[in-house]
């Protein structure tokens, strides 16, 4: 079936500009999540999306970053007024929080963001 | 607070011969553990998991780790490389699903495959 995708792919933007990330989960997963991946180095947890819940933003490093999800489907990341230090790639995963699978997350391929 | 520390930076051996990743681990929980890997301009891949069954747990492409409480380590192992295991590893952690489940990744091992 299809996995999780993100778009756009590649996204190049001019520092000072809002940019908007887009993930598309698998069918049925009820968790969603972000992380940021920068140069050389591993993930990040950004936020946690799980059915109709509060998310969990603890892992959003400014008011610049925001993030929505409409119910068990799409969810963006928004960047507003976008920083060099933003730079990097940014992926989503999607996972069903069902046991006995309630463990594994499913990546998408990521967003590489460039702020020059 | 979870944490892991992956205890090497870049790794290389030599096709045919073992391989040996080391992880450790810090959790206030019984830890579940994972290893994933990430090959150049690829996505993650799940290589295996601990979830608190055996504590020798065998993965994809004949790779295993062994989960040893003692040690708080998660060494990652693969008896002999080939070229195409030249990939970016890392040791995760995660917060249990009874709680949100995000995944907690150590900084990563570079590891590189001589013919």
């Known amino acids: 079936g299809a996995g999780v995708s993100q778009s756009p792919s590649n996204k190049v933007t001019e520092k000072g500009k809002d940019v908007e990330l887009r993930c598309d989960p698998i069918s049925g997963h009820t968790a969603l999540y972000w992380y940021r991946q920068r140069l050389g180095q591993g993930l990040e947890f950004l936020i946690y999306?799980?059915?109709?819940?509060?998310?969990?933003k603890s892992g959003l490093p400014s008011d610049r970053f925001s993030a929505e999800r409409t119910g068990e489907s799409v969810s963006t990341l928004t960047i507003q007024r976008t920083q060099q230090e933003d730079s990097a790639v940014y992926l989503c995963?999607?996972?069903?929080?069902?046991?006995?699978?309630?463990?594994?997350?499913?990546f998408g391929p990521g967003t590489r963001l460039t702020v020059t | 607070a979870q944490s892991v520390t992956q205890l090497d930076s870049h790794v290389s051996v030599s096709e045919g011969t073992p391989v040996l990743l080391r992880c450790n681990y810090s959790s206030s929980y019984s830890p579940s553990l994972f290893w994933y890997v990430q090959h150049p301009n690829k996505g993650l891949q799940l290589l295996l998991k601990y979830t608190s069954a055996a504590t020798l747990v065998k993965g994809i492409n004949g790779f295993e780790a062994e989960f040893k409480k003692s040690e708080t380590s998660f060494h990652l192992t693969k008896p002999s490389a080939h070229m195409s295991d030249a990939a970016e590893y890392f040791c995760v952690v995660s917060d249990p699903p009874s709680n949100t489940g995000k995944l907690i990744f150590g900084q990563g091992t570079t590891l590189q495959v001589k013919p």
């Open positions: 995963a999607s996972s069903p929080r069902v046991s006995p699978r309630a463990y594994e997350q499913y």
């Open positions: 999306f799980q059915g109709n819940s509060a998310p969990d």
